[in-house]
């Protein structure tokens, strides 16, 4: 069974930096797509980045391109989120998530969509402060 863990949440004033990590066991990376989502409090879940494991290939919602790296690796099998340049508004409970690749027909239009993925983790607080 595959299962997720995330850490390095925190709280940071803004225009502060954190990295987030998702370490995974039960499977290797290889072979799926992970993605970071965020839910703050009365909204909506919403995606942040996502990977496919395999080649690196990435992806980035808009609020947070330029801002945002996710990375992966294959030796420690975890992947990481680096957030730079945080706002207030990226304060929320941000998610690890996965899904076998073959399971996605075509990652770069469908990886928003937080149905898709199978495996969760159990989140972990990020505060930016103003």
């Known amino acids: 069974e595959v299962q997720l863990v995330e850490s390095g949440g925190g709280v940071v004033q803004a225009g502060g930096s954190l990295r987030l990590s998702c370490a995974v066991s039960?499977?290797?990376?290889?072979?799926?797509?992970l993605a970071w989502f965020r839910q703050a409090p009365g909204k909506r879940r919403e995606a942040v980045s996502s990977?496919?494991?395999?080649?690196?290939?990435?992806f980035y919602g808009y609020p947070v391109e330029g801002r945002f790296t996710m990375s992966s690796d294959s030796t420690e099998n975890t992947v990481s989120l680096q957030m730079n340049s945080l706002k207030p508004e990226d304060t929320a409970i941000y998610y690890c998530?996965?899904?076998?690749?073959?399971?996605?027909?075509?990652?770069?239009?469908?990886?928003?969509?937080?149905?898709?993925?199978?495996?969760w983790g159990q989140g972990t607080q990020v505060t930016v402060s103003p």
């Open positions: 998530a996965a899904d076998r690749q073959q399971d996605i027909s075509d990652v770069a239009t469908m990886w928003t969509y937080d149905l898709l993925y199978d495996h």
């Open positions: 990977i496919i494991a395999a080649d690196a290939s990435t």
């Open positions: 039960g499977e290797h990376i290889d072979g799926y797509v």
